[in-house]
């Protein structure tokens, strides 16, 4: 008899309470369709309608016929890989001094500190700090200029270009990597460096051989996240050059400032570009975590 | 084979032997290349910091001076601006933790199943950057919502009206803040034991609102902190949805500041820097080196 009637209440209870759960989370999904969602929804609908609201593919065509927005992706693109690279490779070197490169333990949290601080320096006050420091009348070039009698911008140096927006970046680029990658590199047994050297390896056999295949999912998926975190940045840009450098996220501004492409639909499908790049980093990044945690636990 | 016994056990001999001497030996030797990376490193987080700071003395022709901060604090408009900064983010950081606590927490007591949707949803700001975000808020606040088929007006054009304005802006800076607040509370409730603190409390007599208010609250103060002082420091200089929804924020103010006048923003810099600095150290210091990572650029 008590065998017949359990299920049955059990059958009944989690349909109703089930439903009645999600009622829990049911704000904050309001508010992601709300402000996330929706938004995001009306550009990709957009950047598939034409004037007259019927579905059409030239948007997205136009991106890659129209050379002034092809050039401003291949720019960005540009701009976030070397920013990545570059930041990936300083970020690497000192998160590597500070965990298993042998320097007193109280400098690693100086760094961390200051990587912290550094990641969340962006923006207009990151531009001022840099004309300041490498502008026409910029302390270092001033420095260099008084002790060398060597002017950098008389030798095609240019802060408000390519090279001195990628060094600008490369101040919230280089701190992120050493935060993701300082964790990665503790993961690093001792007992894979004792095993090596038992076997006969040196140095360098060791670094090539047993610990960089294990970081490169890591090291590779890091450097992924700093290009998507570069190719995001309009600030910063913006601040720094003006608009002179026509990136994709300062032509996605002007488009909102006013239909500068004269075709808002256009518009809608350069941001959708941006998000569909953000999210291919994205999902690459997550995917070589999850191949790096099989080792670094 | 009698003979290699002997061998590979005077091998195993010496490499124990070897792994015993090494630390010793490894912690005399100075490494010198991390050494040279990390100061490297230092370098490049400081001298701009510096540069902008020695800039900002020099107001006064030919003598260091604070002139540069008195005339900045002395402009009643800067005051205005981050005075309405730092409103905009107590009111951002109180509404998304109303938000997204009692989320965290249902979904951790009563709906793990919603842990998917939540988090891919917490991540989509990663992908969305504020400059596609606010592009989208535009293009849905800027005119009447209405209910599909009819005249009947659903929500009011956002962008036009003050108050309006001001929720667009806060629920822009909730979202990009969203992945941090998100994490650091879920790994705030991961830590302490929800469940029981929660039957506990039930067991007391608690309500609900008792429950989340003077238990779950205390409980993840750190985490809260965290999460709190991050978004902090995303909104005090945040300059893309404050400029592209016309709110007079001091991100805004700095960058129009930089246009005509060159001492008092490099002194606002170095103040937000400073700020920054302020924020990060005290989540470093709260969570013992586990502190979040990145905000927007």
């Given at each position: 008899m008590a065998q017949t009637t359990l299920p049955a209440s059990q059958v009944k209870r989690p349909v109703f309470s089930g439903l009645g759960k999600w009622v829990g989370v049911l704000p904050f999904f309001l508010f992601a369709i709300l402000f996330l969602i929706l938004p995001s929804m009306r550009l990709f609908v957009g950047s598939f309608t034409d004037d007259h609201g019927q579905f059409t593919l030239n948007n997205v065509i136009q991106i890659f016929t129209q050379s002034s927005i092809l050039r401003a992706y291949v720019l960005s693109i540009e701009i976030s890989a070397v920013t990545a690279l570059g930041g990936g490779i300083i970020g690497f070197l000192l998160a590597y001094s500070v965990t298993v490169g042998g320097?007193?333990?109280p400098l690693r949290s100086i760094l961390v500190t200051f990587s912290g601080v550094a990641s969340n320096f962006a923006g207009v006050p990151l531009a001022f700090a840099f004309i300041a420091t490498l502008?026409?009348?910029?302390f270092i070039s001033v420095l260099f200029k008084n002790l060398f009698h060597w002017n950098i911008y008389d030798h095609g140096?240019?802060?408000?270009g390519f090279v001195g927006l990628s060094l600008t970046y490369m101040y919230f680029q280089f701190p992120l990597m050493v935060l993701i990658m300082a964790p990665a590199l503790d993961g690093l047994k001792r007992e894979w460096r004792e095993a090596a050297e038992n076997l006969g390896a040196n140095n360098m056999q060791y670094w090539l051989r047993v610990a960089m295949p294990i970081l490169l999912p890591s090291l590779l998926g890091s450097i992924i996240l700093l290009f998507g975190n570069a190719f995001g940045a309009y600030a910063t840009a913006y601040a720094l050059t003006g608009g002179a450098l026509p990136i994709i996220t300062i032509q996605i501004g002007a488009q909102i400032r006013g239909d500068v492409l004269h075709n808002p639909g256009l518009g809608y499908a350069m941001a959708m570009g941006m998000v569909f790049i953000m999210t291919i980093s994205l999902a690459g990044y997550s995917w070589l975590q999850g191949r790096t945690e099989r080792w670094l636990r | 084979m009698s003979e290699e016994l002997p061998y590979g056990w005077l091998q195993f001999a010496r490499n124990r032997f070897k792994r015993q001497q090494k630390p010793r030996g490894e912690k005399r030797k100075t490494p010198v290349w991390s050494w040279v990376w990390y100061i490297l490193g230092v370098l490049y987080f400081v001298l701009p910091l510096l540069a902008t700071f020695e800039f900002s003395l020099?107001?006064?022709?030919g003598v260091y001076s604070l002139a540069a901060y008195k005339a900045a604090f002395a402009d009643p408009a800067f005051l205005q601006a981050f005075g309405y900064s730092l409103t905009l983010a107590a009111i951002t950081i109180i509404v998304s933790i109303i938000l997204v606590v009692p989320t965290a927490y249902w979904i951790r007591l009563k709906?793990?199943?919603a842990r998917r949707p939540v988090e891919l949803i917490t991540l989509l700001p990663f992908v969305i950057p504020a400059i596609i975000l606010v592009f989208g808020l535009i293009r849905i606040y800027s005119s009447p919502i209405r209910l599909p088929f009819s005249s009947?007006?659903?929500?009011?054009?956002?962008?036009?009206?003050r108050y309006g304005t001001i929720i667009l802006i806060v629920a822009g800076y909730m979202v990009l803040g969203l992945p941090y607040m998100y994490r650091s509370v879920d790994t705030g409730m991961r830590t302490v034991d929800v469940r029981t603190l929660t039957e506990a409390a039930q067991s007391l007599g608690a309500n609900w609102f008792n429950i989340m208010v003077r238990v779950i609250l205390p409980n993840i103060r750190t985490a809260l902190l965290s999460g709190a002082l991050l978004t902090f420091a995303i909104v005090v200089g945040e300059v893309v949805l404050a400029s592209y929804l016309g709110v007079p924020a001091f991100g805004p103010y700095l960058f129009l500041l930089g246009q005509h006048r060159a001492f008092e923003p490099a002194a606002l810099t170095f103040i937000t820097f400073l700020l920054t600095w302020a924020a990060m150290g005290i989540i470093q210091l709260v969570s013992g080196g586990q502190g979040q990572v990145s905000g927007a650029h």
């Open positions: 320097l007193p333990k502008g026409r009348t910029g140096f240019n802060l408000y | 020099r107001m006064k022709r709906l793990p199943q009947v007006v659903l929500i009011d054009a956002l962008t036009t009206s």
